[in-house]
């Protein structure tokens, strides 16, 4: 079974620090890689996403890959109480018409 | 950038009924969209996937008589919860993608649905 796994947290960081975020996924030949933002009740929305092994800046939000080790990470800088919500970790898998699956989901609240 | 459109927002219904949920690319047309439910602190379930013109591919486990898909027309899906009855009670989301590539994932503002 093709799995996506984050830590449900919450993970609590002070205002301006930096947040990181992890998922592991179970399916090697994952393609595609998402981090999305949920706020409660509201849809997700994309934040990042991230194809390659290595390093993706956008902003505030750095996406690490390592395919080798199945992990992807999302890395939130200069971290504000707006960014609290709840980040979910998206994979794309090979030949499944691309269906995304996603991970359970890493609280995160930033605290004044 | 492409934004999809899905109405209602919200919903309460009563057990035994029928609830239909829209599903519109306003700016693009979506050859596939993706229905989710989302129960209370959990993730993203997919339900199912739609093509335009042909039938849905249901996840295993959902039920396709009870959850109705149609993908008439490149730019709208609609998802019908037949029957319904409380424990479909949930956060329905649709998701539309413009074509292909590896991003090009746009959620509509999901549904939340009450059945009383």
């Known amino acids: 079974q093709k799995e996506v796994e984050q830590n449900s947290g919450p993970l609590s960081v002070p205002e301006g620090a930096i947040a990181s975020l992890n998922c592991t996924y179970s399916?090697?030949?994952?393609?595609?890689f998402f981090w999305y933002r949920q706020y409660s009740g509201k849809s997700p929305e994309l934040i990042m996403s991230i194809y390659s092994n290595g390093d993706k800046e956008d902003g505030r939000f750095t996406a690490q890959l390592n395919k080798a080790s199945q992990y992807v990470s999302l890395l939130i800088r200069d971290s504000q109480p707006s960014d609290s919500a709840t980040y979910l970790c998206?994979?794309?898998?090979?030949?499944?018409?691309?269906?995304?699956?996603f991970g359970t989901g890493t609280r995160l609240q930033v605290t004044l | 950038g492409a934004v999809v459109s899905q109405h209602p927002s919200r919903v309460i219904c009563k057990s035994g009924t029928s609830v239909k949920i829209e599903c519109r690319s306003l700016d693009f047309q979506a050859t596939t969209m993706f229905w989710y439910r989302q129960f209370p602190k959990k993730s993203l379930m997919l339900m199912a996937t739609s093509n335009e013109g042909s039938k849905a591919t249901y996840e295993q486990g959902v039920e396709k008589d009870k959850f109705l898909i149609n993908h008439a027309s490149l730019t709208l899906s609609t998802l019908t919860v037949t029957s319904a009855h409380p424990e479909d009670s949930s956060f329905y989301i649709c998701s539309a993608r413009s074509g292909q590539g590896a991003g090009g994932y746009t959620f509509g503002s999901g549904t939340r649905l009450t059945v009383v």
């Open positions: 998206a994979v794309k898998h090979t030949g499944t018409a691309s269906k995304l699956t």
């Open positions: 399916d090697r030949v994952s393609q595609s």
